[in-house]
């Protein structure tokens, strides 16, 4: 491709030199995002959060499809109300950011800034759940979250970030379960669909589990660096939450009785998994579903009679059907756009010159794998219209996942001890471990001394590497996804 | 119509009897919010969640098309930041709220939760622009922003509320002002078209400016009990920010500049005045634009053969013209589902039973003028279908905006003195005044001080009452209007 007059690609840093400057150049150099002077809080720019407006349209239309509804909860939590549920303030209270002035004036009670709201929901279930007729709730909000993490980095961690969370209450365990389940399932078909990224679902371990949390499903996906990066999670309370809340509900028996609860949230981390899946030395690679221009339009020699009309006609039929379709007539150089384009990961570039349409052609080039074809213009251009359609549709979207899958699988080693894991790690560099375990912790943390790396899930897939723990050799429980994370 | 059975309407405080717990009361019946513990912060129930997102929607495309693009800052500003505009800071250090501490730890420098976000648009210009070539910025942002409040009120005054607030950037004053000028009139065309709300445009007097402001423009509404409620404001700021924040580029001629700038915002407030100029005593009449159901269709003797049939026909008919329709098939009895999607402000009720299909009819009932009529069921549903989407898109629209406008027509009075203005507020009650003003801030007070009624703005559409000043009584400069506000 052509790379003249190409300072954007240029200042990128390569992804096989440093990955982390490969990430952080992506991030400022395709605008997603922008430093500002609170350590750890950013600013999403237009481009970036275009994605994440995307992102949420798919998300928030798959939810509503199953009944949810959205709401908004308060920003703060009281201190004592955060105290509620003993293990939940545990693992969030060491990392909330306190209010405690109001104007000038000092809080009888401080508040926290919320770092996920299942204390609010609970008050607030306790004030309108009184009888089966009031359940299920299924409910979903989009809001902004804190957490004051030490180091912080764009999209994957940062002390707020943008998120949904959904809560849902039911009156009995095995509707809650079934709810954990579904959203869980939910997320993947997201992330492989919309975002072209397979992910490995699975349940967390005791030890990584939510705080406050029976069980956490989470989903897994691997990054081109071999790391793992929890793209999703969906947490089954049973009614330890309602107990701590005094949530209670009258039956249809006329008993009184606790509910059961799930919370599930995914993040604007997905921006930063998708820039790891998919991005290259050029730059963003983008799913067509979440890109917001979907397809360029680039003119060549625009100065010449009948290119920008042509160029116009492309945009207009493309428009008409739904398609995020850009035409760049601006004076830069054809060269200097492709790199532009390719730098911010639009999926289709349509390069149309004077050649071209004496020819009855155009160029099409899919960014993903730099592939270009001549497409025809007759037909009254139904028939780049399709073609667009059936690359935006299909064709990329089965491509890009394809890669991400054949590097997942390039890069999962199965173990049978722990040596065999360090041997794979240092000869095939990071990736994912699949290997058994007997269910104790000791050995879970004796892993991750040992090879650096940590239980991600139990894959709800289960495979049979062996039949002995990878660690301590007794009788193994179940295969374990091992490996370093984001 | 049918009262029977009707728990909830009984329920509410009628609005002649006690004005502020009527409007409570909706608040609350319709299930709009509930409170929590912190005083000041409301959860948003779904019901209210879904009538924001239908005025988002709407909004956010109508800045779409005008070429802005979103964007999200972070919610907490450093306090030196906060301080870098002298006039801004004065206006909203006293009602911000302050984070201390992260975790365990205290900040080197206190960070206060936004309560409007001029000072990071602001740091984030500073960063991005260099040159008139990125020139315009027209950014907004859906967030959330908190000011203590001593007194509050779900929707019209809360501690935390959520809205949307405008950031732009201009190479040039003339620009800037056109900018603010714009998006005053598409908040008015909002108010207008969406909301069925007439509204007042004018600029607010100096004392009444946004802190920082070079000039504030509002746009004042009337609300059924006489009051007046600012709906939406837009700010022009010249280039006192840029001078403060050290924005400048270099213009076509390769000068330094300091660009100009714009705000501008809406807020969840907009639902307390939905309610406050609509609402009657049966409870709340949502304008069909941003009514998250549009339709409802009641069911009589539902078990009787064929009733549910036809009614699932009507749902579907009306579903496939993108209505937000409902079909309420549950065990409680026809009086009361009358009565509670009364009370939640449904603009349209149709009722079907079996003497209405024997007939090949139905009756279709509108919320905001109680009124009935029967529309054929023939024709395959067209004619019911036609019937209902004039009355969704046109006739109860243009109802709604005539109700309103009527009753602020017969509530504001033309006032020469400040006697006339003391005389008509306790013979007709609260209302809008018109009267003219020297322009001296001391008459502005004084007029406050002698009636109750502060200077809401001074309209753009000026008629003369007279040519002279209603306090001080000498020369006139412009007709301002008054009025008691929320």
Same mark, same amino acid.
């Given at each position: ?260 609860? *799930?919370?599930?949230?995914?993040? $604007?981390? !997905?921006?930063?998994?998708? #820039?790891?899946?998919?991005?290259? +030395? =050029?730059? &963003? ?97 139904? *028939?780049?219209?399709?073609?667009? $359609?059936? !690359?935006?549709?299909?064709? #990329?979207?089965?491509?890009?996942? +394809? =890669?991400? &899958? ?81």
């Amino acid at each position: 491709m052509a790379k003249n007059n190409d300072k954007k690609v240029e200042a990128i840093t390569s992804m096989d030199e440093d990955f982390a400057k490969w990430y952080t150049d992506i991030c400022k150099k395709a605008e997603l995002v922008e430093y500002t002077s609170v350590k750890g809080c950013m600013v999403i720019r237009p481009y970036g959060y275009a994605i994440w407006e995307n992102i949420q349209k798919i998300l928030d239309s798959e939810f509503k499809a199953l009944g949810h509804e959205n709401v908004c909860m308060p920003m703060f939590i009281p201190e004592s109300l955060l105290n509620k549920e003993k293990d939940h303030v545990e693992g969030f209270a060491p990392e909330v950011a306190w209010v405690t002035h109001g104007g000038s004036e000092k809080l009888e009670e401080r508040l926290c800034v919320r770092p996920t709201s299942e204390t609010l929901f609970c008050e607030h279930y306790a004030n309108i759940v009184h009888s089966y007729r009031d359940l299920p709730k299924l409910y979903n909000q989009w809001v902004s979250v804190v957490r004051w993490e030490k180091t912080t980095r764009p999209f994957l961690r940062s002390r707020e970030f943008l998120w949904q969370e959904g809560h849902t209450i039911h009156a009995t365990a095995q509707e809650a379960a079934e709810e954990t389940e579904r959203m869980l399932n939910c997320y993947a078909d997201f992330c492989e669909k919309s975002l072209c990224m397979p992910v490995v679902r699975g349940q967390k371990t005791e030890s990584d589990k939510f705080a406050g949390a029976v069980s956490t499903y989470a989903i897994e996906a691997m990054m081109h660096d071999g790391k793992a990066l929890q793209a999703g999670t969906s947490h089954y309370f049973g009614d330890g939450f309602a107990k701590a809340f005094g949530i209670q509900f009258t039956s249809k028996d006329n008993k009184l009785e606790y509910p059961h609860q *799930t919370s599930w949230g995914m993040t $604007t981390r !997905l921006i930063g998994a998708i #820039i790891m899946t998919h991005g290259d +030395n =050029n730059g &963003l690679v983008l799913p067509p579903a979440v890109a917001p221009v979907q397809v360029v339009i680039v003119p060549i020699a625009q100065f010449k009679e009948g290119v920008l009309e042509k160029a116009g006609e492309i945009l207009e039929k493309l428009k008409a059907l739904g398609i995020r379709v850009k035409l760049d007539d601006s004076d830069n150089s054809p060269g200097w756009k492709f790199a532009e384009y390719e730098m911010r990961g639009v999926p289709v570039r349509i390069e149309i010159g004077p050649k071209d349409i004496e020819n009855g052609q155009c160029v099409v080039a899919t960014r993903y794998n730099s592939q270009k074809q001549t497409v025809s213009l007759e037909n009254m251009l139904e *028939t780049l219209a399709a073609k667009v $359609t059936d !690359l935006l549709e299909n064709e #990329i979207p089965q491509g890009m996942f +394809n =890669n991400a &899958l054949e590097n997942r699988k390039n890069r999962t080693y199965q173990c049978t001890t722990v040596d065999e894991i360090n041997k794979a790690l240092e000869e095939k560099g990071d990736g994912f471990i699949e290997a058994m375990w007997c269910g104790d912790e000791a050995c879970e943390d004796k892993v991750k001394e040992l090879s650096g790396v940590g239980s991600r899930c139990i894959p709800f897939e289960q495979h049979q590497i062996s039949d002995k723990c990878v660690c301590c050799g007794k009788p193994a429980k179940s295969m374990v996804l091992w490996g370093k994370a984001y």
